[in-house]
């Protein structure tokens, strides 16, 4: 039994040092509250987008879903959605589901609770007055959160979502790069027995305009090669309740 005596050791310092930052940065950690991940059915797959709406990227998007007749999942930013107006109509009014990811993008997890619900209800304000739809979803900005953060989102009405598939669409990788850890991802999920809730950027929340399209060309060829008993679907299918 030595050896689990000493494993466990490990595990409680690595709580206590590094632990901490994993439970809450890592996507499919519940340690902080649960999240909202995927569903059961490994042929039931979700992209989800984050950090616009953006003009150099989510009109061709709009355009390569619309094309595959695939819906998608869109957590946006208060600040970008209010300098374009335009295109977040166009997302909600071709299907898609709209979620929060806060006005301006801070690390929730360093900010005052204060702070916390100002961005979250005004991001989900700015959103339901251009869409006329409440928001239901909520995506923590880096993936940043505790118990409070969890908390003030459920007092709002939001349900907190994270990822099981991370693609790296902000690095320069290129869309073989974004396409290689997309499948990689689903692959592994699949083998899991889950379904694929995957990050993508159509935005950067640093600034509007960043450059996004190798990610469009990315989903643009995963939609391509998919199998047909994949399913497209946005990530309310994966809430009951
Ligand atoms: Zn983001």
Known sequence: MRWFVAAGAAAALGLA??????????????????????????????LTFDDGPNDAATPPLLDVLARHQVRATFFMMGSFARQRPEIVRRVAGEGHLIGNHTMDHPKLAFEPAQRVRQELADCSAVLEDLTGNSVRFFRPPFGSRRPTVLQLARELGLVPVTWNVT???WEPIGSDGILRRLQAGVTRNRMNGRGSNILLHDGGHRAMGTRRIDTVHAVDRLLTAASRESRWVTVDAWHSG
């Open 17 to 46: 040092g590094g632990g901490l930052a994993y439970a809450s940065l890592w996507p499919t950690s519940q340690f902080f509250g649960r999240t909202l991940i995927a569903g059961r059915d490994p042929d039931e797959l979700a």
């Open 167 to 169: 693609c790296n669409d």
